[in-house]
């Protein structure tokens, strides 16, 4: 997510009791939180074509969910990525913020709903550029099948997740079932959010997100 001129209010995840409206605010934050704390528009990402998953990748199996834990940290090594992991509630008008721009290496955890390793799909968003530099997930589009996604948990254990597909979902096409509901039913999911395809300047929005998929292939303890 980047910066863009918009109305104030803009830019947050609006969400609420049910599973229908928290996608549709989901959406809405991928299309929305591009605002900054500026006015002046990011440089474009570039438009990215969907990575899916190419024939012939090998995949290893899913095992089975783990005790449901907040997360701490993300770490992606194929993709240079370390990050915190912070989690986003709900203010007083209903609406979860995503991570502040002053905090442009920090990925934010949707805190209401599945924490990594449970069964279901957890939420990583993380912007992808500011005003001035790239932000924790600018490289995210880069991710292919096979590579790891490691989760360091509060108790200090790591859920393990494996690459499933990269994939590129325009604005204006965009599913949210798809994209946030689990695949497969009892299995562990991760989903990393950011904003891709090109830097609609008078729109102040990207024109697409890049979503990656993972599912829980493994876990640990943290070395560290």
Not at 35 to 45: H, R
Not at 92 to 109: I, Q
Not at 170 to 195: N, Q
Request: overall charge neutral; proline content about 9%.
């Amino acid at each position: 997510m980047s910066s863009g001129t918009r109305p104030a209010g803009t830019g947050r995840l609006v969400t609420g009791v049910t599973w229908a409206v928290l996608l549709s605010g989901l959406w809405l934050w991928g299309r929305e939180a591009t605002d900054g704390p500026g006015g002046s528009s990011a440089p474009t990402t570039g438009d990215i074509a969907a990575v899916g998953r190419p024939p012939g990748v090998e995949l290893p199996p899913a095992r089975d969910p783990l005790p449901g834990l907040a997360p701490r940290r993300v770490d992606i090594p194929s993709l240079g990525i370390s990050a915190p992991v912070v989690a986003r509630g709900l203010d007083g008008t209903g609406a979860v913020d995503p991570p502040p721009y002053a905090m442009p290496h920090t990925v934010g955890w949707f805190g209401s709903g599945t924490r990594p390793g449970a069964a279901g799909a957890a939420l990583l968003v993380g912007h992808v550029d500011t005003e001035t530099r790239p932000a924790v997930f600018y490289g995210l589009s880069a991710a292919r099948p096979g590579a790891k996604v490691r989760v360091t948990r509060t108790d200090g254990s790591i859920a393990e997740f494996t690459v499933d597909d990269v994939q590129v979902f325009p604005r204006e096409d965009f599913d949210a079932g798809k994209v946030y509901g689990a695949r497969v039913a009892h299995r562990a999911e991760l989903r990393l959010i950011t904003c891709g395809g090109t830097f609609d300047r008078a729109a102040g929005t990207y024109t697409a997100n890049v979503v990656v998929s993972a599912y829980l292939t493994g876990s640990g303890a943290s070395s560290g």
